[in-house]
């Protein structure tokens, strides 16, 4: 967790850029990411420096000899016009060769552009982020976490992200491995990918694989920072690194901020690309990845919009026809997965019940061709202020077979469903995930199945038999109280008494008058 004073700083570098000028939210972060990175790569190149020093052994430098000068802890020194003018005219156009021809970061890099016109706030930004602790293994990612919030506070151009909380909760149901090779077809900032980065380093660290390692900052001081050794970054890390996490997405901005976000949570070469998942040009571009390729997906795809049909993968179109954004990219997460590969997609309501010929022949594909192992139906405020819509979770395991499905009924996930989302107690996300990890389909044909409780199993041929709709409402049973009434003639007796008493009132007041 960060501190108060760092969510302070940070505070303070986002209004620096918002009085500088630069308003959009998506840019202020991507410029304060463009310098994170201008300060990690000097930070790597420091590390790998002192390394080789102590070792003799040659690294691949990030700098030539020729380009010191345009390293973070040179730079920083120089006048504000002088400094304006490196980072712009040398610091960006050194990305691209930093990260190496042909590297991921590269393609990520080659565009980025500094929207920074004031010396004054180049200044200000590039003190205040060399004061960060970016050194830390354990902050940075928090702290990237933070400023990242800032997007769901802004909403500008309707760029928010899926509640952290119910991404963790997500993860920890589907419980990924060091074996898992995850994906998120449209992975925005790559808040799905980095959770469930986070869940796999606390799974799969003990307590002795964490140890404290002294480190030198830029101004010369020491610190003890956290590093943890365990079985996930010693014996599994260069898997962690570049073949684990995937993630594509059609906003160059947002695959810069997605790249930085995995990086600063400790996935150095993280494997996402401009693509658009759904277009035939997915297919071409990456054919090893477009089908059969992983072993657990999680996401939150667009829900609404619609597409030309020739500007979909036919593949797609043949499993579900139809333009609408929400079922073609459930299709093609089923498409992307394994035989036994496990999903959890947040869908739109209408996904679980619409009546079209589309929405009814994927629920029949999702039922009849694979497992359907959960429904979790969330509450329609999750996603307040920007979206009221009402949503669920599905968790389907590609090529296995349904006969039961496990529904869950959220009514509350810890924070209020008005705009201000503020924190309450009620919290049912605990609940699902220990209740999802102890299902016991056993149960599903007894009478421990108590459909009116939030948790209750449904068969196969219930579901076939309503049109396979995954409504839990279609399920549910509600229980109603018997309320008791007095009798009318008695409530006739008290309405004559009241109106005698109020008529008395009046002539009382007429003899006044």
Same mark, same amino acid.
């Given at each position: ?32 990411? &463009? #310098? ?22 040659? !690294? ?31 610091? &960006? ?11 991921? !970061? ?41 400023? #990242? ?36 077809? =449209? ?8 959770? %469930?980065?986070?869940? *796999? ?79 035939? =040009?997915?297919?071409?571009? &990456? ?13 939150? +795809?667009?829900?609404?919009?619609? #597409? ?5 993968? +036919?593949?797609? *179109? ?8 929400? #079922? ?21 309501? /209408? ?29 329609? /405020?999750?996603?307040?202020?920007? %979206?009221?819509? =009402? ?60 459909? =009116?409780?939030?948790? &209750? ?34 409530? *006739? ?21």
């Amino acid at each position: 967790m960060i501190t108060g004073q760092l969510k302070s700083d940070i505070n303070k570098l986002w209004e620096e850029f918002w009085t500088g000028g630069i308003a959009n939210p998506l840019t202020v972060i991507e410029q304060i990411t &463009f #310098l994170m990175y201008a300060r990690l790569l000097d930070l790597h190149e420091q590390r790998d420096e002192k390394r080789a020093k102590l070792r003799g052994i040659a !690294f691949k430098r990030r700098f030539n000899d020729d380009q010191q000068h345009i390293r973070w802890h040179r730079f920083i020194h120089q006048d504000k016009d002088t400094m304006l003018k490196l980072v712009r005219d040398e610091v &960006f156009p050194h990305f691209k060769n930093a990260s190496g021809e042909g590297s991921l !970061f590269a393609e990520f890099m080659k565009d980025a552009q500094c929207m920074i016109q004031k010396p004054t706030l180049m200044e200000s930004a590039v003190e205040m982020i060399n004061k960060l602790p970016l050194e830390d293994s354990d902050t940075k990612g928090d702290l990237y976490e933070y400023l #990242l919030s800032k997007l769901t506070t802004a909403g500008i151009n309707g760029q928010f992200r899926t509640p952290r909380h119910i991404i963790r909760a997500m993860v920890e149901m589907l419980d990924p491995t060091v074996e898992d090779r995850i994906v998120d077809p =449209s992975c925005g900032t790559a808040g799905f990918l980095t959770v %469930a980065y986070e869940y *796999l380093l606390e799974k799969y660290t003990s307590p002795e694989g964490v140890h404290t390692e002294t480190v030198v900052g830029d101004n010369g001081e020491t610190q003890q920072v956290k590093i943890y050794s365990g079985d996930l970054l010693v014996e599994h890390r260069d898997y962690v690194n570049s073949d684990m996490f995937h993630g594509f997405d059609f906003d160059a901005t947002m695959l810069r901020i997605a790249a930085m976000n995995l990086v600063m949570h400790g996935v150095t070469e993280p494997d996402v690309h401009y693509q658009d998942t759904l277009s035939g =040009s997915f297919t071409e571009r &990456f054919p090893n990845q477009s089908k059969d390729a992983y072993t657990m997906c999680i996401a939150n +795809p667009p829900f609404k919009g619609s #597409l030309d049909e020739e500007d979909v993968d +036919p593949a797609i *179109l043949r499993m579900v026809k139809t333009k609408k954004t929400e #079922l073609l990219f459930v299709a093609q997460i089923l498409r992307l997965l394994k035989n036994g590969g496990k999903t959890a997609i947040i869908v739109p309501d /209408g996904v679980l019940f619409g009546s079209s010929n589309a929405h009814q022949q994927l629920r029949q594909h999702i039922i009849e061709n694979n497992e359907l192992q959960a429904v979790v139906s969330l509450p329609s /405020g999750v996603f307040k202020p920007y %979206a009221g819509v =009402s949503t669920a979770i599905l968790f389907i395991t590609k090529g296995s077979r349904t006969d039961h499905v496990w529904f869950y009924d959220v009514q509350a996930d810890g924070m209020s469903l008005d705009d201000k989302r503020t924190p309450i107690k009620d919290n049912d996300l605990p609940d699902v995930v220990a209740k999802f990890k102890a299902r016991d389909k056993a149960i599903a044909e007894t009478a421990q199945n108590d459909r =009116s409780q939030k948790a &209750f199993w449904v068969s196969k041929a219930d579901i076939v038999g309503n049109k396979y709709d995954l409504s839990i409402n279609r399920y549910k049973q509600v229980v109603y109280a018997e309320q008791q009434y007095e009798d009318p003639k008695v409530i *006739l007796d008290k309405l004559v008494a009241l109106e005698n008493d109020i008529l008395a009132d009046l002539k009382a007041l007429e003899a006044m008058l």
